[in-house]
C-alpha cells in the first residue's frame, strides 16, 4: 500500500522560504517520478513541479521557476520541494504525489497522471 505523507509547511512572509517534504513508503520508492501539486481556496489543484525517477529531470511551472526546486533523495525514500522568495499568490495546501506505473521514459505533469496523493500541507505566505 503506498503511502505518501507531506510535511514542512506552515506560515511564511513574502520573500521567504520553506522546504516541504514527501515521505513514501509501501513499495521501490526510485522507480516512480514524483510530482508536487497545490490547491488554492476556490480553485482547481494545479501543477508545481515534478521530478523523474533518478532525479536527473525536472519540471516546473511557469509561475515558480527560478524561485522553487524540486529534489529527491531516494536512500530516504523523500522527495523535497524548495520554496525560495515566496510569494502570496503560493499561498496554497501543497499535495505530493507519485503514480501507478513506473512510465521509465516519462515525467507526468497533470493530475489525472498520478494515483497516490498524500493528504496535503497547507503553506501561508504573507504579504
Known amino acids: 500500500q503506498v503511502q505518501l505523507v507531506e510535511s514542512g509547511g506552515g506560515l511564511v512572509q513574502a520573500g521567504g522560504s520553506l522546504r516541504l517534504a514527501c515521505a513514501a513508503s509501501?513499495?521501490?520508492?526510485?522507480?516512480?517520478?514524483m510530482g508536487w501539486f497545490r490547491q488554492a481556496p476556490g480553485k482547481e489543484r494545479e501543477f508545481v513541479a515534478a521530478i523523474s525517477r533518478t532525479g536527473g529531470n525536472t519540471y516546473y511551472t511557469d509561475s515558480v521557476k527560478g524561485r522553487f526546486t524540486i529534489s529527491r533523495d531516494n536512500a530516504k525514500n523523500t522527495a523535497y520541494l524548495q520554496m525560495n522568495r515566496a510569494k502570496p499568490d503560493d499561498t496554497a495546501v501543497y499535495y505530493c504525489a507519485t503514480t501507478r506505473d513506473a512510465i521509465p521514459f516519462r515525467t507526468p505533469r497533470t493530475n489525472s497522471e498520478y494515483s497516490y496523493w498524500g493528504q496535503g500541507t497547507q503553506v501561508t505566505v504573507s504579504s
Open positions: 509501501g513499495r521501490t520508492f526510485s522507480n516512480y517520478p
